[in-house]
């Protein structure tokens, strides 16, 4: 049975469709001077842990899984951090926040092996993760004393160390506010942070117009991101969204490939190629079943994969089975709405 899967996606589809791209549409991670959303996890334990316990003073957050080798170098580059003699005495402890589909004792084994010196929470619905906008992993968000967001940045750079020492710096209140810009956008022609915040502002206007319909305008705008940074992964998500809205299948899988080459483990570059495949049919069905089934091995709790599944079920003629995978994409959605409102 060949389903038309840009032209129908079934029963569920609009309202699915329509909520999966607002929900891909939202920035990420949590502006500077925001106030950081709140953090209430069990530990590995299965003690509370509430972020406000450590207001007061300044403390990081690191979103990523245990069994994710740059989530490993991140948490690595933090304790680094927080051995500088400068941070010494000041009890700032890292907290990882992991959401993979494990036990706690697997999760404990694990945390015991990488030998991370800070707290470890465990976020199975990801409700922590959502409301931290997390897209990229390993994500860590530097939070003052009062609560408020100091810096927040996706992936392992270079920079990271420097980064989060100086953000922890001016929480403590040892660093002006003005060299900390300084040191984020050196004011040297070409400096690549400089190439980089151009390139956001850019991506930031793409996906105003994509949301507006405004197709055309948003393809230029993405494409100039791109020009300006390559390696920009929002560029290339928002992108290879827009391309699969307008057909264009083959551009769309060069954006998300290009995303997964970087980062393997990014679930919407994962979900865009198996979305690619399940299009195309015949052979590659079972490719993108594979990505799906992979994605919800990890985190069963994402309404797209459940979605996606479904649609390639019901390219199979798997009726009953592609209505249950449809019905708990609806129902992982309207759970989130609700626990938004």
Not at 8 to 13: I, K, P, T, V, Y
Request: aromatic share 4%.
């Amino acid at each position: 049975m060949r389903v038309d899967l840009l032209g129908s996606a079934g029963r569920w589809g609009a309202l699915l469709i329509t909520s999966i791209c607002a929900a891909a549409g939202a920035a990420t991670m949590p502006p500077r001077g925001s106030e950081a959303p709140p953090l209430v996890l069990a530990d590995l334990d299965g003690n509370v842990f509430d972020a406000q316990s450590v207001q007061g003073r300044p403390y990081v957050v690191i979103f990523g899984e245990l069994y994710h080798q740059p989530t490993r170098e991140g948490c690595a580059a933090i304790e680094r951090v927080l051995d500088d003699p400068r941070l010494a005495g000041d009890r700032i402890a890292p907290v990882l926040v992991v959401a993979q589909n494990a036990s706690r004792l697997d999760l404990k084994t694990q945390a015991e092996a990488l030998g991370f010196a800070g707290v470890v929470l465990h976020d199975p619905n990801r409700q922590a993760y959502e409301a931290y906008r997390v897209s990229v992993m390993p994500t860590v968000v530097v939070v003052g004393g009062d609560g408020r967001v100091i810096y927040s940045l996706a992936g392992v750079t270079p920079r990271m160390g420097d980064i989060v020492t100086d953000a922890l710096l001016l929480g403590l209140g040892r660093l002006s506010v003005e060299r900390f810009e300084a040191a984020l956008h050196p004011e040297t022609p070409g400096d690549l942070n400089e190439v980089q915040i151009r390139a956001g502002r850019v991506t930031q206007l793409a996906r105003q117009l994509a949301r507006r319909g405004l197709d055309e305008m948003a393809d230029e705008k993405y494409r100039e991101a791109i020009a300006l940074w390559p390696q920009s992964v929002e560029a290339r998500l928002g992108l290879g969204r827009l391309n699969l809205k307008r057909h264009r299948i083959a551009e769309a899988e060069t954006q998300f490939r290009t995303v997964l080459a970087d980062h393997p483990d990014l679930v919407e570059a994962t979900l865009g190629v198996a979305y690619v495949q399940a299009v195309r049919g015949g052979d590659e069905l079972a490719q993108a079943e594979a990505l799906v089934r992979e994605v919800l091995d990890r985190d069963p709790t994402q309404p797209r994969a459940h979605y996606l599944m479904g649609m390639i079920l019901e390219q199979r003629d798997k009726m009953p089975e592609a209505a249950a995978s449809y019905k708990r994409a609806a129902e992982l959605l309207l759970e989130r709405q609700g626990a938004d409102q």
